[in-house]
């Protein structure tokens, strides 16, 4: 029986582990390192032994959907898994800036749900997502909804999300077709807060993105030095924003990245944060972190009064 804290997904109903897992770390190609299959196997299974049961993917995470549908396939009874949509389907092998952009045409949204599937060695895929936060009028152009919705009736899919941010995300919560919302939020990146609590209020599941605040913790600027420039803009923004931020007397023993778990966890309106990594031990400490569930309410509001 996991110890990890629960919560229902919304309103799709599915009872979630609060600590996710975010596959993007298993791609293999750019900055991430190709994963051995003792070690892909390895990670993978780890994550399910430790009882979390939320995985999150995409056609865009590399080697990650193919590491995944080989390495788990066979306990896909023990988690539900999210895949994303719109994506360019070409082979993992291509460099950066070769693949094509991302397309939200029914014809590419159906192409890419049947390529996970198959990547992925499933049947179906519990959440499919719109990647990159296309506007309302892209996906009202392309009818982009009625391919998911065409792919739900067949039994590919049950749940229709969307990964989404500012400027576009109030008009994606003002559609009301999305069971599940992925938004980035974080202590020291809470600008999208009021609009977690609005989609929430919908009736749909939230999942979490860069709720340790990845770049706050990296120790060596060289490590980003291989993302795009908006992300490494991005790491940068958070670790001054950590820097300038006085809350080492409310750490209480943690570490910074317990910390930042800790106080995604506290908010109300998440369900679940998908937490990456390719190596066993910091796994183990997401998973401990995690397990202690939210920071005490007093800490809590006083890192909240702290950083606005």
Same mark, same amino acid.
């Given at each position: 029986m996991s110890r990890l804290p629960q919560s229902t997904l919304g309103?799709?109903?599915?009872?979630?582990? $609060?600590?996710?897992?975010?596959?993007? /770390?298993?791609? #293999?190609?750019?900055?991430?390192?190709?994963?051995?299959?003792?070690?892909?196997?390895?990670?993978?299974?780890?994550?399910?032994?430790? #009882?979390?049961?939320?995985?999150?993917?995409?056609?865009?995470? #590399?080697?990650?959907?193919?590491?995944?549908?080989?390495?788990?396939?066979?306990?896909?009874?023990?988690?539900?898994?999210?895949?994303?949509?719109?994506?360019?389907?070409?082979?993992?092998?291509?460099?950066?800036?070769?693949?094509?952009?991302?397309?939200?045409?029914?014809?590419?949204?159906?192409a890419g749900v049947e390529h996970s599937l198959k990547r992925l060695h499933t049947n179906y895929l519990d959440v499919v997502q719109f990647h990159i936060s296309p506007s309302r009028a892209i996906l009202?152009?392309?009818?982009?909804?009625?391919?998911?919705?065409?792919?739900?009736?067949? #039994?590919?899919?049950?749940?229709?999300?969307?990964?989404?941010?500012?400027?576009?995300? /109030?008009?994606?919560? $003002?559609m009301g077709v999305f069971d599940v919302f992925q938004i980035p939020y974080s202590f020291v990146e809470r600008e999208h807060e009021e609009l977690i609590h609005k989609a929430a209020q919908t009736g749909a599941g939230i999942v979490i993105r860069g709720g340790v605040a990845r770049g706050v913790i990296i120790k060596d600027e060289s490590i980003i030095d291989g993302y795009p420039e908006f992300q490494r803009a991005s790491f940068q923004a958070r670790r001054r924003a950590w820097r300038e931020t006085e809350v080492d007397d409310l750490l209480g023993g943690m570490t910074p990245m317990e910390f930042m778990l800790r106080f995604t966890l506290s908010n109300p309106d998440m369900s679940t944060t998908i937490v990456g990594t390719a190596n066993p031990e910091h796994l183990k400490a997401n998973v401990e972190a995690a397990t202690r569930g939210p920071l005490p309410v007093d800490v809590y509001h006083a890192a909240r009064a702290r950083f606005r």
């Open positions: 309103r799709t109903g599915l009872v979630v582990t $609060k600590l996710g897992y975010g596959a993007m /770390e298993l791609r #293999g190609t750019d900055h991430f390192p190709r994963l051995s299959d003792g070690e892909a196997s390895a990670i993978l299974n780890a994550v399910l032994d430790n #009882g979390i049961n939320y995985i999150d993917t995409s056609l865009d995470y #590399g080697y990650s959907e193919e590491l995944i549908g080989r390495h788990i396939a066979h306990r896909r009874s023990e988690y539900f898994l999210a895949s994303k949509c719109g994506c360019p389907t070409e082979p993992p092998e291509l460099p950066r800036g070769k693949h094509r952009p991302h397309t939200f045409t029914r014809e590419n949204i159906r009202e152009e392309n009818d982009s909804i009625a391919e998911l919705e065409e792919l739900r009736r067949e #039994g590919k899919i049950r749940f229709i999300g969307i990964s989404g941010t500012i400027p576009e995300l /109030e008009d994606q919560i $003002k």
